[in-house]
């Protein structure tokens, strides 16, 4: 890793979307696999992401489909997560330069809460997945992680770092992430859906670690 520059303006606050940006696949389609139901979850997903279907609904239909799988499946798709190429050498970097990292999913706690812990990061949302006797219920506890609840959650992360929102960047790829990247100071697409693409400060197609080339990491006090 290149060594920062003279001067690097103040620090900023990443937030990080998780499925397909942090993570190569959607924790979702990991846990239909064990429900075999990852082709009809996998058909909801896309369309959703594409900002064809609206999110809650397709959560909740997508949701119902792992009734009755055994809470320890949880465990099972932790194993399968892959990061993203180049999430490990971003994660370091912002570590050096001590800009706070915050992840915020519309997939689950029960595994984003393990995969943050695992990677250092104590700032994260995402959905609940109600579990009985031991089995998933097919139903979604507590708010719905959407749009607008990303958009909510970087707007707290910020404040409670004490940072502007203007030096604030929103990393993800799919309709679920259009208000946090509104929101925040600086929105980049990450091997994204068109309709993210196309409301981004910036698309970035490749390693994770490629943003770093981008303006607001390469900023310096005084340019």
Not at 11 to 25: A, E, F, K, M, Y
Not at 87 to 93: C, K, R, Y
Not at 134 to 157: E, H, M, N, Q
């Amino acid at each position: 890793m290149n060594p920062l520059p003279r001067g690097l303006a103040e620090r900023r606050l990443v937030v990080l979307d998780v499925d397909s940006t942090l993570i190569t696949s959607e924790v979702i389609e990991l846990l239909a696999a064990h429900a075999g139901s990852r082709h009809e979850v996998a058909d909801i997903t896309a369309r959703a992401m594409g900002g064809e279907l609206d999110f809650a609904a397709s959560l909740h239909a997508r949701v119902a489909t792992l009734a009755g799988l055994p809470a320890s499946v949880f465990a099972d798709v932790l194993g399968e997560v892959r990061l993203t190429p180049g999430a490990t050498e971003l994660l370091a970097e912002l570590a050096a330069r001590g800009w706070p990292v915050a992840l915020v999913s519309g997939g689950f706690l029960e595994v984003v809460g393990p995969l943050a812990a695992r990677l250092g990061i104590t700032r994260y949302r995402a959905n609940g997945l109600e579990v009985a006797r031991g089995a998933l219920t097919g139903r979604v506890r507590g708010p719905i992680v959407d749009r607008a609840a990303k958009a909510k959650a970087l707007r707290s992360f910020a404040a409670d770092d004490e940072i502007p929102l203007e030096r604030t960047i929103a990393i993800g790829d799919g309709a679920n992430d259009l208000d946090m990247l509104t929101v925040a100071g600086y929105g980049i697409a990450f091997n994204a859906k068109p309709v993210l693409a196309g409301r981004a400060d910036a698309v970035v197609h490749g390693r994770l670690d490629d943003v770093l080339a981008l303006e607001p990491f390469r900023a310096t006090s005084g340019a």
